[in-house]
């Protein structure tokens, strides 16, 4: 399964490029975060409105989904946000990195499309799924379809099975490996289920509510994670970088895509809980003087 993103690496030509795209992390102080396509770009730039001095975030985007972890391995970035553990865990093991995540931040709402089926019962035997060509989320779409009982997986794969690793296809499922980014087009082609993100399905004006079935992950094992070199893991950069991505302003951020159904925050904000009380206590205070004043009028 490692061979699949070498044969990606050199496919895009990113040893030779990331250099003249990125440009080396002169400055300590203005860390600059490589990251490719919104919610994922707007977050970064929350976080930058929101990061204690001495610090400051520069934003570089990149075009495609291997540039920010070399941008980071080669210290051309301070970090990326842009991927989940599952996929810096492979990229460490294709390229002996030492990448690590510090902060999960959202969980992407992800689940299968149809443009035959209402339900799952309507599945015919034999059907076409279209799922992602690269490992880490080929793995993601055969654990969705799993937890809905249409395949079983061998356990022994761990986080990174493939279709090969299928002990039980009831259905006779047909397995089409395509490019993520043309994953829509897929559904637009007729494939009867297309594993697919909010962020690439809302081209066609599709939310996580018209999707089939969606992931049940709760302990977020996808989440979009802040990533940066385990070197610089215990300094003060990183942890002014942590605290902006683990702060009100994304928080609220997120909440707001939450209510739209596109994704979930992977963290709680320190003090929510209790701030969380004390509202209920204000209410409650407000509901009974209220009561209070109603009472009086009547009488």
Same mark, same amino acid.
């Given at each position: 399964?490692?061979?699949?993103?070498?044969?990606?690496?050199?496919?895009?030509?990113?040893?030779?490029?990331?250099?003249?795209?990125?440009?080396?992390?002169?400055?300590?102080?203005?860390?600059?975060?490589?990251?490719?396509?919104?919610?994922?770009?707007?977050?970064?730039?929350?976080?930058?409105? !929101?990061? $204690?001095?001495?610090?400051?975030?520069?934003? !570089?985007?990149?075009?495609?989904?291997?540039?920010?972890?070399?941008?980071?391995?080669? +210290?051309?970035?301070?970090?990326?946000?842009?991927?989940?553990? @599952?996929?810096?865990?492979?990229?460490?093991? $294709?390229?002996?990195?030492?990448?690590?995540?510090?902060?999960?931040?959202?969980?992407?709402?992800?689940?299968?499309?149809?443009?035959?089926?209402?339900?799952?019962?309507?599945?015919?035997?034999?059907?076409?799924?279209?799922?992602?060509?690269?490992?880490?989320?080929?793995?993601?779409?055969?654990?969705?379809?799993?937890?809905? /009982?249409?395949?079983? *997986?061998?356990?022994?794969?761990?986080?990174?099975?493939?279709? /090969?690793?299928?002990?039980?296809? @009831?259905?006779?499922?047909?397995?089409?490996?395509?490019?993520? &980014?043309?994953?829509?087009?897929?559904?637009?082609?007729?494939?009867? %289920?297309?594993?697919?993100? @909010?962020?690439?399905?809302?081209?066609? +004006? &599709?939310? @996580?509510? /018209?999707?089939?079935? *969606?992931?049940?992950?709760?302990?977020?094992?996808?989440?979009?994670?802040?990533?940066?070199?385990?070197?610089?893991?215990?300094?003060?950069?990183?942890?002014? &970088?942590?605290?902006?991505?683990?702060?009100?302003?994304?928080?609220?951020? %997120?909440?707001?895509?939450?209510?739209?159904?596109?994704?979930?925050?992977?963290?709680? !904000?320190?003090?929510?809980?209790?701030?969380?009380?004390?509202?209920?206590?204000?209410?409650?205070?407000?509901?009974?003087?209220?009561?209070?004043?109603?009472?009086?009028?009547?009488?």
């Amino acid at each position: 399964m490692f061979k699949k993103l070498a044969t990606a690496l050199l496919a895009i030509g990113v040893f030779a490029s990331t250099t003249t795209l990125v440009g080396a992390q002169e400055d300590d102080k203005v860390l600059k975060i490589a990251s490719h396509m919104p919610p994922m770009t707007d977050i970064v730039e929350i976080a930058a409105e !929101v990061i $204690e001095e001495p610090y400051s975030i520069e934003l !570089v985007e990149v075009s495609d989904n291997i540039q920010y972890n070399e941008a980071v391995l080669n +210290d051309e970035a301070f970090g990326s946000f842009a991927q989940h553990r @599952p996929f810096m865990e492979m990229f460490n093991e $294709e390229r002996e990195g030492d990448l690590t995540a510090i902060q999960p931040v959202y969980n992407a709402i992800v689940g299968f499309y149809s443009p035959v089926y209402q339900s799952v019962e309507e599945i015919e035997e034999g059907a076409e799924v279209a799922i992602p060509s690269d490992p880490t989320n080929e793995a993601r779409a055969l654990f969705v379809l799993s937890q809905h /009982d249409l395949l079983k *997986l061998d356990e022994e794969a761990g986080l990174f099975p493939t279709v /090969d690793d299928i002990t039980e296809n @009831p259905k006779n499922l047909e397995f089409t490996h395509i490019d993520l &980014l043309n994953l829509t087009g897929a559904y637009e082609d007729g494939v009867e %289920l297309v594993f697919n993100y @909010p962020t690439y399905i809302a081209s066609i +004006d &599709l939310t @996580p509510e /018209d999707a089939l079935i *969606l992931e049940e992950d709760e302990e977020d094992t996808f989440a979009i994670t802040l990533v940066i070199r385990e070197a610089n893991l215990d300094s003060e950069a990183s942890k002014a &970088l942590q605290k902006a991505f683990a702060s009100q302003e994304v928080y609220d951020f %997120l909440d707001k895509l939450a209510a739209e159904g596109h994704l979930k925050p992977a963290f709680e !904000v320190e003090g929510d809980q209790e701030n969380s009380t004390a509202s209920e206590e204000d209410s409650a205070v407000s509901e009974e003087n209220s009561n209070e004043e109603e009472t009086t009028v009547e009488e």
